[in-house]
């Protein structure tokens, strides 16, 4: 059965008296070359458990599951769990959970079903709610190897910008805390069914396991990278007042000064390290 088949898809969709949803963000791979590369791709120890969020009809997952120990996979959309059952009946390493990823508490799944394992994730994730799912990841504290998503080109730049760059923001600076990104490979909008209106690229960020950044306070270096996005046409110092009111001009200047950067910097030069050096300089 080939699952990017495009006719094939809509004849399973039908013959199980479903359809695609915009909702629930479905554009289908419908060029099989596109799982192979990614599941080849996307992790470095075939022993490795993968997590996938939104396995849809089932085409990566079946790619992921030839070439890793099993695949665990989120899937909302409960009229697609009998397609899956049917799709991929034949490996018997995918185990298929009904249940939103962004409500799922994904540390407790993992420690019943792949305590002790390495863990890695792949998706080609619905586009309405990407950066909350990857920041959701990130932010869970599992340590997983490599996170590797398909996501709108745009995104994708982001993720993978340069400090200075016009793609450069919030998501690059703190995405670049808890990994390195590398952006894989685009994929045309004309391999998806639907088609989405813009281009695709796969993204994988290797995970530190141990962060090279270390801000003293966690939370404080995240609202620092916050207010220096929030607005990006200001200097930081002046980015800076208004997320903390409580301090004054000179003291945030100071700040800024004392991490040897000019005091009309924007934020968008700075890097991960940079900000974290900054917010240990506002630590009371
Ligand atoms: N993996 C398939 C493919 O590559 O053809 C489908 C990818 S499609 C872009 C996104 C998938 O994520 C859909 O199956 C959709 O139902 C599912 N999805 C959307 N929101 C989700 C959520 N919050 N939790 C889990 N799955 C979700």
Redesign the pocket.
């Known amino acids: 059965m080939n699952?990017?088949d495009i006719r094939t898809v809509r004849e399973i969709l039908s013959a199980f008296g479903t359809t695609t949803?915009k909702g629930?963000?479905?554009?289908?791979?419908?060029n099989q070359s596109?799982?192979e590369r990614i599941a080849e791709n996307c992790c470095d120890d075939a022993d490795s458990v993968i997590v996938?969020?939104?396995?849809?009809?089932?085409?990566?997952?079946a790619e992921l599951a030839k070439r890793y120990k099993k695949v665990i996979a989120?899937?909302?959309?409960k009229t697609?769990i009998p397609v899956l059952a049917y799709t991929l009946g034949e490996y018997k390493n995918v185990e298929v959970i009904n249940?939103?990823?962004?409500?799922?508490d994904l540390a407790a799944v993992l420690a019943e079903k792949a305590a002790g394992e390495r863990i890695s994730v792949c998706?080609?994730?619905?586009?309405?709610?990407t950066t909350p799912?990857l920041m959701r990841l990130l932010e869970s504290g599992i340590p997983f190897d490599c996170i590797t998503v398909?996501v709108q080109a745009e995104v994708a730049a982001r993720l993978a910008a340069a400090p200075g760059s016009a793609d450069y923001g919030a998501i690059t600076a703190s995405l670049c805390y808890y990994g390195q990104p590398q952006r894989l490979f685009t994929v045309a909008a004309g391999n998806?069914m639907p088609a989405p209106k813009v281009n695709s690229a796969v993204v994988r960020i290797d995970l530190y396991r141990d962060k090279p950044v270390k801000p003293k306070d966690e939370k404080l270096f995240f609202t620092v990278i916050k207010a220096a996005f929030g607005q990006r046409r200001k200097t930081l110092t002046n980015a800076l007042s208004t997320a903390f009111p409580d301090r004054t001009k000179e003291e945030l200047t100071e700040a800024v000064t004392a991490c040897g950067f000019d005091e009309r910097i924007r934020g968008e030069r700075l890097s991960t390290a940079d900000f974290a050096a900054l917010a240990d300089q506002l630590v009371k």
């Open positions: 699952l990017c949803k629930f963000g479905q554009n289908f791979l419908i596109i799982p996938e969020i939104g396995p849809g009809i089932g085409c990566l997952t989120f899937e909302i959309d697609l249940r939103d990823i962004m409500e799922a998706a080609n994730l619905p586009y309405y709610i799912i398909m998806f």
